[in-house]
């Protein structure tokens, strides 16, 4: 309760600057009407999705959206605050100053400047269309990036061997199926050797699958489609009414993705060969640093795998490479995982920023990474989860091709 008391008085503050700067603009007092309508609106929708709405703990879509335009309108106000609160801060110095240096017994604070409240509203619409733009199409703006490694030690008959890899699908916020469709698509355009994928489902729930499973059962590549489970497809996120209701649904889970034609790697592992040549996949079970499930066995994983076996590894959390796989006695050339989702919100551009608030939590948290002589990629994620949209880091499809030999 205390801290919904924190989030009220927090939301009227950030929302009474907003109003501010909307009374020093506009004289009309519908457009304020309007502003609170909407304020009220936003956060009516929000409290009852979240305090009296259905699914208990469960994040449904109508949940995400209310979350989403709650998010959209405070990002509005938050830019408005500092600007008018630096504002007042220098009317109540200059009231004071002009009260004291001229002797005046009263206090007069100037009013507001109207070009203030204006900059504050222009730089306000930036976050404010950009989130609007991320929930209903950033979410679904799929983007194909490329990488090429290269590995001294990489079998000759797989040089220029290509892996697609994607991750944290969470099944359960899509709300489109042709923009879901035209992501498969892309996936298959690739026309990689291998598909990965790195963990993340669903959100909870192995029946939110039910819809998706024949687009992403078109999945195929010539040595196979391989996955591992991320931390949220083990349905630690909601109340079931058992164990053994919760132990069903991941075995659904499991079978859909055997139905697919994934072959779920739990902590395991499967060799390609070429040639006479061959490289070893390992998938492990999830591994995150702190309150996340922890039940990947690296060790387990790698029993029928030689230490000079060229070795990628799936691995769902990338604090587990940090933490754990580089470090291990085993050389692992490459990693894939995901999870992060680059927190689907950031800025970047190619050779100048790249930045996410999912930096401030993850030291490795979107794109390729080299350690000790190891590589890992982190993929943004192809879905998406709280925030119904994603903004400036948009959803990934990941091509990469190993090379034999140095970088030229």
């Not at 506009?26 to 956060?43: C, E, T």
């Not at 404010?128 to 290269?150: A, I, Q």
């Not at 050389?331 to 680059?342: A, D, F, M, P």
Request: hydrophobic share 40%; glycine share 10%; aromatic share 14%.
């Amino acid at each position: 309760m205390v801290r919904w008391i924190i989030f009220g008085i927090v939301y009227a503050l950030l929302t009474a600057y907003g109003l501010q700067a909307i009374k020093t603009i506009f004289k009309y007092n519908w457009v304020q009407y309007v502003f609170i309508a909407i304020a009220l609106l936003v956060l009516g929708n929000f409290i009852f999705q979240f305090v009296a709405g259905p699914e208990g703990r469960v994040l449904t879509q109508s949940k995400s959206y209310a979350f989403g335009f709650l998010l959209v309108f405070m990002s509005f106000n938050i830019v408005v605050v500092p600007i008018l609160l630096g504002e007042d801060i220098l009317r109540l110095i200059f009231g004071v100053y002009d009260k004291y240096a001229s002797g005046k017994e009263s206090l007069y604070i100037p009013s507001r400047r109207k070009f203030v409240s204006q900059l504050a509203l222009s730089l306000a619409t930036i976050p404010f269309s950009s989130l609007l733009y991320g929930m209903y199409k950033g979410k679904y703006d799929y983007r194909v990036l490329k990488y090429t490694l290269h590995f001294e030690d990489l079998p000759e008959a797989f040089d220029g061997y290509r892996i697609t890899q994607i991750s944290d699908v969470h099944s359960g916020s899509f709300d489109d199926r042709n923009k879901v469709a035209y992501g498969i698509d892309l996936i298959k355009k690739q026309e990689s050797d291998m598909i990965l994928f790195t963990g993340d489902m669903v959100n909870n729930k192995a029946e939110e699958m039910h819809d998706w499973k024949d687009l992403f059962g078109q999945l195929e590549a010539k040595d196979g489609v391989y996955s591992v489970l991320g931390n949220h497809d083990y349905g630690d996120y909601v109340e079931w009414n058992s164990e053994a209701d919760k132990h069903a649904n991941l075995e659904e889970l499991k079978q859909i993705q055997k139905d697919m034609g994934f072959d779920l790697l739990l902590n395991e592992s499967r060799f390609i060969e070429r040639n006479g040549q061959r490289l070893a996949l390992v998938g492990v079970e999830n591994w995150g640093r702190g309150p996340f499930k922890k039940a990947g066995d690296l060790k387990k994983a790698v029993q029928s795998v030689d230490e000079n076996d060229f070795k990628i590894l799936m691995s769902h959390d990338p604090s587990h490479w940090e933490d754990v796989v580089v470090h291990d006695d085993y050389h692992y050339h490459l990693t894939l995982s995901g999870h992060t989702h680059g927190m689907q919100f950031g800025i970047e551009i190619p050779g100048w920023v790249k930045w996410s608030p999912a930096k401030w939590r993850y030291k490795y948290w979107a794109g390729i990474y080299e350690q000790m002589g190891q590589y890992i990629n982190v993929n943004r994620g192809f879905g998406y989860l709280g925030f119904p949209g994603r903004t400036g880091i948009w959803p990934e499809v990941t091509v990469i091709e190993l090379r034999k030999g140095k970088v030229s």
